[in-house]
Every structure is written in structure tokens, then in C-alpha cells.
């Protein structure tokens, strides 16, 4: 298996544009995870997904973020409109448990300028 | 909610010398703890974790220790490589949560 799978590995954006990260799990994990790491907050949970249904956003900084998960093999994190404070490097995880056995991805490290 | 503090930020050893990190938490329901290391440009990778009806656990180099009483948990790392050289991060849960609490990272520099 190829592990969980991130683009863009970098992104680079101005302030006030739409910014989307995309994600594919490990196939047959049926939960997806999105963290936000920074230097001053560390890791930070953004959102988990099971089977593909949201179940706690309660991380989601405010109403410029959103996420998605179509399908078991796929999910985006959008930012719309990006700023400044957005920057940090994004991480896709995933797991056939809640809490057990976490694969992350490489992560993508936005920077909005 | 969780609150789960990770010390020191760095530490520099030689290599062959062993290195200790060490995370408290402070809720008492909390019974998952795993370690992750996190080598440049790559994301958290899960290297032991422990359960709290276990007191320690190891894993060839690497050893987890967990004092319930005291709410402390500590990675230990012996004959250390330069291989080693990475950010570690510990993190706590209990199973009706929502999810882990992580630690602030500890900068581990192993010197050749």
C-alpha cells in the first residue's frame, strides 16, 4: 500500500483565494482525520470523518474551512477565502480504529502570503 | 478537556547515550497513550504506544513507561542513532473521546 496519500505537498497562495488539499486513505481504513500543525499550536484536529460521514468538526477554525469526504477513497480540506493565519502544514490521517493505529500522510505545507 | 504537556522541547545526546522524554496529562479517564516520530518533511509515525492497564512496554531500542498515580508517561530510547534524530510526540485519549491530545514535540538531536 502506498500509505496515506496528500496533494499538493506545497501550496503557495495569495490572501483571499480558495485554497483546496486533497486527501486519499489507506484503503479499507474507514476513518479519515484532518490535522493542522503550526509552531505555536502544535497538532491540532480539524475534523474526523467515519465511513465517510463527518462526525466532529468541532476543530474547524470558523466558516472559511469546509471538508469533504465523497468517498471511502477520498477527501478534501477547502479554504475559502485563505489568509495569512491559514499558514501551517496540513495533514491527512487514517485508521481502521478511532484512536488506534494512525497513518499520516506527508502533509501539505500551505503558506498564504 | 485533556491537557498534556511534553518536556524538554529539545535535548541533544551522543550517539550510543540513552534519551528519555516525558509527558504528563491530567485527565485521570484518559487510557491510551502513543508516541510518534516525526523525521523532516514527513508526517507523525505511530513508534509504541501503551495502555493504561499496562505499566511499561517495549519495543527492541524503544520502551514506553506509564505511572497512572502520577499521570506521567515516558518514552525511553536507548543506544541511541543518528537515525534517531527526529521530533517526538506523545499524545493522550480515552476510548468515549473524541480524539488525541497531543504534546508540544520534543526535538531529539542525536550527535555522531
Given amino acids: ?113 | 478537556g485533556e491537557n498534556v504537556e511534553q518536556h524538554p522541547s529539545t535535548l541533544s545526546v551522543q550517539e550510543g547515550d540513552s534519551a528519555v522524554i516525558k509527558c504528563t496529562y491530567s485527565d485521570s479517564a484518559s487510557n491510551y497513550f502513543p508516541w510518534y516520530k516525526q523525521e523532516l518533511g514527513k508526517g507523525p509515525q505511530l513508534i509504541i504506544d501503551i495502555r493504561s492497564n499496562v505499566g511499561e512496554k517495549k519495543d527492541q531500542r524503544i520502551a514506553v513507561t506509564l505511572n497512572k498515580t502520577a499521570k506521567h508517561f515516558s518514552l525511553h530510547i536507548t543506544e541511541t542513532q543518528p537515525e534517531d534524530s527526529a521530533v517526538y510526540f506523545c499524545a493522550a485519549s480515552e476510548n468515549t473521546g473524541n480524539q488525541f491530545y497531543f504534546g508540544t514535540g520534543t526535538s531529539l538531536t542525536v550527535i555522531p
Fill in chain 1, 1 to 113: 500500500d502506498a500509505g496515506v496519500i496528500q496533494s499538493p505537498r506545497h501550496e503557495v497562495t495569495e490572501m483571499g483565494q480558495e485554497v483546496t488539499l486533497r486527501c486519499k486513505p489507506i484503503s479499507g481504513h474507514d476513518y479519515l482525520f484532518w490535522y493542522r500543525q503550526t509552531m505555536m499550536r502544535g497538532l491540532e484536529l480539524l475534523i474526523y470523518f467515519n465511513n465517510n460521514v463527518p462526525i466532529d468538526d468541532s476543530g474547524m477554525p470558523e466558516d472559511r474551512f469546509s471538508a469533504k469526504m465523497p468517498n471511502a477513497s477520498f477527501s478534501t480540506l477547502k479554504i475559502q477565502p485563505s489568509e495569512p493565519r491559514d499558514s501551517a502544514v496540513y495533514f491527512c490521517a487514517s485508521s481502521s480504529n478511532r484512536f488506534y493505529g494512525y497513518t499520516f500522510g506527508s502533509g501539505t505545507r500551505l503558506t498564504v502570503v
